[in-house]
């Protein structure tokens, strides 16, 4: 059974189907010129040795009809003689038969022609130039179109045969040979669509060859044939890319998952350690007690802003919500009026040049506010405001999108040099901040909303003390007529 669904998925391929295709095309092709070719080589022919037989019929009844000739002046002529046979002979090579009064022949053709009544009776009539005409007369199993033109005056009669016969079997060799020519055709064309299919589709049969193989394996590491610059290498490309960036998001999830599994084991190993202490709460003080009480609602509340952040990071990498032409400075206030109630700090915003983008609002929105509350919470005994500046491009040609940049300015304790590089890692919390509340998670939201947005994220040490952070975003539009906004 197996065979029999390979042999028929053989016979289906688009090799085949490329194959059987270009023969059957060649095949009509051939057939019909080789039919209109052999049709008109045919009829040419056979128009043209008519057109010599009437013409050498007709130039014997004009001479008959201009001399009085007799049966004796056709006799078979003697070397170099030139008389009226040698006129009809040389221009057709016909067969000639001299018949004498009453359709006696006179001098017998080679071969002899036959005589009939139609024959006799022309030879006795009196007018010359009288024409009896037969199309298809059998001499000796070949076929011969005859015509017997008077003599007059009832002396006889002249018998011109033409051998057609001679022409069916060329015409006939001829049509064996066109066929033959069309199957020779037919036959090349398969070979050489069978071998032009097999040049253009091995690239096809390696790449589902590959694709077949991620289908049966479940790897995406598969590497994947790229040859040439057409339609077949653009889809290899094309499907090359696609396997990177399928291989790109299960690392992506798998390591999500890993980091996920391994902050959450914290919370929940202390959830269970105090709930097994619950089952003691009446031997506990009151003090202990409260404290208890006061862990459990802290650490269900850490573990809650992890899920959510979680939550959070997993819908911004699936791209889902709609691109759409929005203003980042107008985000950036929104975010800052939330976290000025959150917080109660003193939060500055500045705008300046264009800094309008494409975007995805909920999620450039959520990496304003994370830089804002993650600049709060390290700075939380600080007096100076927490700085928000966003900076677009000025001048910019309409048509010519250039970066738009947010950057959030604190007077905080500052990032170690060699923490700065890391501080946009999954769960990633420098020594400092561990005894703080967080889940890791809030700075690679901001990384990953930046490079969704054609950006990227960057945090440096501010003059002065604290930290600079932020991340850029592509914009384009109109340059905003003022300069700051408080």
Known sequence: MSGRLGRLRRLSSLRAVFTVSFAAVAAAVTVLVGFLSYDAAARLVRVDQQTVFAEVVQDLRDQVRAHPLRPADFATPDPGHNGPLDDIIRPSRTDVQVLGPGGTVADRGSPPLPVDGRDRAVADDRPAGKLAQHKDVDVDGDR???ATVSLGGGRGAVQVAQQ???????????????????????????????????RITRRLVRLAGAAEDVARTGRLGIPVPVTG????????????????RLAQSEEDQRRLVQDAGHELRTPLTSLRTNISMLRRIDELPPDAREELVADLALESRELTDLVNELVALAAGQSDTEPVR?????ELAEDAVIVARRRTGREITLAVTGDTTVDGRPTALQRAVSNLV????????????????VVTGPLGEPA?????????????????????????FDRFYRTADARSLPGSGLGLSIVREVAKSH???????????GGTVIGFTATGRGREKPSPSRV
């Open 144 to 146: 011969y179109r005859l």
């Open 399 to 423: 048509g010519h999108p250039g970066p738009v940049r947010v950057e959030v300015l604190d007077r905080g304790p500052g990032i170690a040099e060699d923490d700065l590089a890391r501080v």
């Open 164 to 198: 057609f016969s001679d022409t069916e079997d060329l015409l006939r060799e001829l049509q064996q040979r066109t066929v033959l020519l069309v199957g020779a055709v037919v036959i090349a064309a398969g070979l050489f669509g069978w071998w032009l299919a097999r």
């Open 373 to 388: 509350e993650n600049a709060a919470k390290f700075d939380q005994g600080g007096t100076a405001p927490i700085e928000v």
């Open 325 to 329: 032409r929005l203003d980042l400075a």
């Open 229 to 244: 610059y057409d339609e077949v290498g653009r889809l290899g490309r094309s499907f090359d890319r696609m396997l990177g």
């Open 454 to 464: 054609g950006g990227t994220p960057f945090a440096y040490a501010r003059p002065g």
